[in-house]
């Protein structure tokens, strides 16, 4: 069970970038994935998130309309669509599965926590 | 707005046992994740669900959540247990972190 990072790089404010996360062992189609990024030397700030059936996407308040988050179920893949790059969005970008917590025959996202992460890709927003 | 508060530093000498609180708004209402971060490496989940351990993470490693606090335990700690180390709970459908402890083993 792994995940793969891939698209960060250099770009000046104002651009977009793709982030992709590429899974392998587990079908991204099962599970809640998320987007998990850390500025260096500090802490961890939550993202965004796509549910296991796709049908709801969550992201921090911030970043709610620059930040668009997909999965593509044939590719094994999920994606961050990042737009109007800002300088404060500087960082790794890690992407990490959700457990599947289930009671009885029901399953939830949103409740359990992260158990696969990706080793991250870096995004750096400068002219 | 929710949030879960750490401290930011933890001290432990070695082979004695270390807590780490996180707390926050009816935390004791939610479940608790606590992962540990060594440096240059990705985050790992060491307890889920307030008190369980996923395959592969040492019987040191403990867990707990009540009230507004919870509280991950590392009995017998070891060198290599020296991290950082976050909580995280959800809320409203986001997830939230709490802002890291620096755990020295010295």
């Known amino acids: 069970v792994h995940l793969v990072e891939s698209g960060g790089g250099v770009v000046p404010p104002g651009k977009s970038l793709r982030l992709s996360c590429v899974a392998s062992g587990f079908a991204v189609s099962n599970y809640g994935m998320h987007w998990v990024r850390q500025v260096p030397g500090k802490g961890l700030d939550w993202v965004a998130g796509i549910w296991s059936d796709g049908t709801k996407k969550n992201y921090r308040g911030s970043l709610k309309g620059r930040f668009s988050i997909s999965k593509d179920r044939f590719q094994n893949t999920m994606y961050l669509e990042m737009d109007s790059l800002r300088a404060e969005d500087t960082a790794v970008y890690y992407c990490?599965?959700?457990?599947?917590?289930?009671?009885?025959?029901?399953?939830?996202?949103?409740?359990?926590?992260?158990?696969?992460w990706g080793q991250g890709t870096t995004v750096i927003v400068s002219s | 707005s929710f949030e879960l508060s750490q401290p930011s530093s933890v001290s432990v000498s070695p082979g004695q046992t270390a807590a780490i609180p996180c707390s926050g708004q009816k935390l004791g209402d939610k479940f608790a994740s606590w992962y540990q971060q060594k440096p240059g490496q990705s985050p790992v989940l060491v307890i889920y669900?307030?008190?369980k351990r996923p395959s592969g993470i040492p019987e040191r490693f403990s867990g707990s959540n009540s009230g507004t606090t919870a509280t991950l335990t590392i009995s017998g700690t070891e060198p290599m247990d020296e991290a950082d180390y976050y909580c995280q709970a959800w809320d409203s459908d986001t997830a939230v972190f709490g802002g890291g402890t620096r755990l020295t083993v010295l």
């Open positions: 990490a599965r959700e457990r599947g917590y289930c009671s009885g025959e029901t399953c939830f996202d949103g409740v359990d926590g992260l158990d696969v």
């Open positions: 669900q307030d008190t």
